[in-house]
């Protein structure tokens, strides 16, 4: 009894301790759950599992990812491979096929994903199977995926920097070169070929002393050094030796390159030739060490010079200023300038040449200009007048030194007046090229026409072609398009006959009133008619409507409804003005010098024609049209001088 008492006793002893063993099991297993699911919930990374039986679970993080909830995949994995972008899916089936087929340890790629809200997302996939049933078919597999879009936008903001890196180097104009410690050349552009005359190639591992003549040798490798131990860029002139032994003097500008790390790693080295510079800073320095030479031994000379000087300066017929040349502000005019700029010459003085300039911002430009040549000619600008009138000039500038201070003296050329002139000979070259051509060839053309649309009435009269009335109607309408363009491109021709009889602009005009008004009525647009009393001149009456009426179909077309167009004659410094203004959104400047071209329209369905009509018609009157635009509408101006008054 005892013996059994002992077995009892040691037998509920071990049941004990067994029950305790798995207390803490379960204990154990619930804390590694929890922390487990800690870890899934708080990683950017999302979570899977696919099991045998269809059933796919996924992390919340995996969820937000790919906008989905697991319910959403089906049937798998269909579901999933059909979100795949096209030109990622054969490589990640490649890499899927082989895992599945045990030729890799697990399956990783990187692919765009189609997510609910229809956003491409790149995602870093990996997965393995983690169990196999009995045919060795996946019975388990699991997986994560991370949302690497960020990633990848920078990596292809990387390629394009980098590209763009390369094209600015590739392209500049200047000679541009690396090197590493040692001086030893690892890359340099084309232009720094073609500067030095070699093969690019050849020049890769070769010191870039050979690049200098050997004079200059010591002090590149002085200043080489000296960028190198102060990390600090260095510039300065050098004698450079051409392959084909020739010299030349080039401005060369060297600083030290560092690598990812922040470690020196080498120097960027670019130049430019200056020996045409130096040159010419060599004469000009010549002559000017001659005048002051000059003013020296001939003081008294000077004085008189001077006098003449003041005298020849404000009565020059030229537009001629001076003014400092860091800030631009003019310190003296002539009368000229004073009148071509529309100024007062004390309302001038002590401005700023910027308010001139069109656009100030050149003034900066040709101010360096003139440091770097001293003397620059016949420099082509836009500037401005006091009444806010853009014209075109030509601006020579000198760089002078009056006391201690450095000057520009200008001189402006206008020549507005003559640009406009060679636009229009330029124009009317062109035109009558085209209107030759036309007259060439639009007889031969009309007169098979003419045959054709006689043709199509007549088959279109017959009973057996009834239903297709319609279609015929449409190409006698079109052979109808095509022969009024032909008779606007015989309008073009420049031999064309015109009628000059004595008449009234004002009263041509009104003879064409009603069809304007008729035009203008089903767009409910107003026409103003503005007819101040203008004399006769020797006109076409035919033409002058057909100008008149193109105008203004070029002004209603231009114009929303509830819109005014005007028409005005009236006389002007010598001549007889036709205005045409309406408020449509102005013409574009890109075709503003391109206006009157057949061709050239800003409308979906227009030919340009009327407008090259247009310009003919007031050629062959000794006339001429101007433009002006802007948002708020555009004005024809179609000036008739009165030498052609009866």
């Known amino acids: 009894n005892l013996q059994l008492l002992m077995d009892l006793t040691q037998l509920l002893v071990q049941m004990m301790i067994e029950r305790k063993q798995n207390i803490a099991a379960q204990e154990a297993s619930i804390t590694s759950d929890k922390y487990l699911n800690l870890v899934v919930e708080s990683s950017q990374d999302g979570f899977w599992l696919w099991e045998k039986g269809d059933i796919f679970t996924m992390s919340d993080r995996c969820a937000e990812i790919v906008s989905f909830s697991s319910e959403d995949f089906r049937p798998l994995p269909q579901a999933w491979l059909d979100r795949i972008h096209p030109q990622d899916f054969a490589s990640v089936i490649r890499q899927l096929e082989d895992h599945m087929a045990g030729r890799l340890p697990n399956f990783s790629a990187e692919y765009r994903f189609l997510t609910r809200s229809g956003q491409w997302k790149w995602l870093l996939a990996n997965a393995q199977i983690i169990s196999r049933d009995k045919e060795h078919r996946p019975s388990q597999i699991a997986g994560t995926i991370s949302d690497i879009t960020e990633r990848k936008q920078i990596e292809m903001d990387l390629l394009e920097r980098e590209s763009l890196y390369r094209s600015l180097v590739e392209t500049s104009p200047c000679a541009i070169a690396l090197t590493d410690l040692s001086g030893i050349v690892k890359f340099i552009n084309p232009q720094g070929a073609d500067l030095f005359g070699w093969d690019a190639a050849r020049l890769i591992g070769q010191s870039g002393q050979i690049l200098l003549h050997a004079t200059e040798w010591g002090r590149l490798g002085l200043d080489f050094r000296s960028v190198l131990i102060s990390g600090h860029p260095k510039q300065a002139e050098y004698t450079c030796a051409h392959r084909n032994g020739k010299t030349f003097i080039a401005e060369i500008h060297i600083a030290p390159i560092y690598d990812a790390n922040r470690h020196l790693s080498g120097c960027i080295c670019t130049a430019q030739d200056i020996t045409t510079r130096k040159l010419m800073e060599t004469e000009l320095l010549q002559h000017r060490n001659h005048l002051e030479k000059l003013v020296e031994e001939n003081i008294q000379a000077l004085r008189i010079s001077e006098e003449r000087f003041a005298k020849a300066f404000t009565a020059s017929p030229i537009a001629v200023s001076i003014a400092t040349l860091e800030e631009g502000r003019y310190v003296e005019v002539n009368d000229a300038f004073c009148h071509l700029m529309g100024y007062a010459r004390e309302e001038i003085l002590g401005k700023l040449s910027r308010i001139i300039w069109h656009k100030p911002q050149n003034r900066d430009v040709f101010k360096q200009?003139?440091?770097?040549?001293?003397?620059?000619?016949?420099?082509?600008?836009?500037?401005?007048?006091?009444?806010?009138?853009?014209?075109?000039?030509?601006?020579?500038?000198?760089?002078?030194?009056?006391?201690?201070?450095?000057?520009?003296?200008?001189?402006?050329?206008?020549?507005?007046?003559?640009?406009?002139?060679?636009?229009?000979?330029?124009?009317?070259?062109?035109?009558?090229?085209?209107?030759?051509?036309?007259?060439?060839?639009?007889?031969?053309?009309?007169?098979?026409?003419?045959?054709?649309?006689?043709?199509l009435q007549m088959l279109g009269s017959e009973a057996l072609y009834q239903r297709d009335q319609d279609l015929f109607d449409l190409m006698i309408e079109e052979l109808d398009r095509a022969n009024s363009i032909l008779s606007e491109f015989l309008s073009l021709a420049k031999d064309k006959h015109v009628d000059l009889l004595p008449s009234n602009l004002a009263t041509i005009i009104s003879s064409v009133t009603p069809l304007i008004k008729a035009n203008a009525m089903p767009k409910d647009i107003s026409v103003v008619f503005q007819m101040d009393p203008v004399p006769d001149l020797l006109l076409d009456s035919k033409e002058i409507r057909q100008l008149v009426f193109n105008l203004t179909q070029n002004g209603l077309e231009a114009m929303q409804p509830g819109g005014t167009l005007i028409l005005r004659t009236y006389e002007d410094n010598g001549e007889v003005v036709l205005l045409v203004q309406d408020e449509g959104p102005g013409i574009e400047e890109s075709i503003l010098d391109k206006l009157g071209m057949p061709f050239v329209t800003s409308k979906e369905k227009g030919t340009g024609l009327g407008l090259s009509v247009c310009y003919r018609i007031a050629a062959r009157h000794n006339a001429t049209i101007e433009v002006k635009t802007g948002s708020q509408g555009t004005t024809f101006f179609v000036r008739f001088s009165l030498t052609n008054k009866m």
């Open 369 to 455: 200009m003139i440091e770097e040549h001293f003397l620059v000619k016949d420099h082509e600008f836009q500037f401005v007048t006091r009444s806010g009138e853009v014209r075109i000039g030509l601006l020579s500038g000198q760089h002078i030194q009056i006391g201690t201070e450095t000057f520009i003296l200008s001189s402006i050329s206008d020549i507005t007046e003559k640009r406009r002139i060679d636009r229009e000979i330029s124009r009317l070259d062109r035109l009558n090229l085209i209107g030759e051509m036309a007259a060439s060839i639009g007889h031969e053309i009309r007169n098979p026409m003419t045959t054709v649309r006689g043709l």
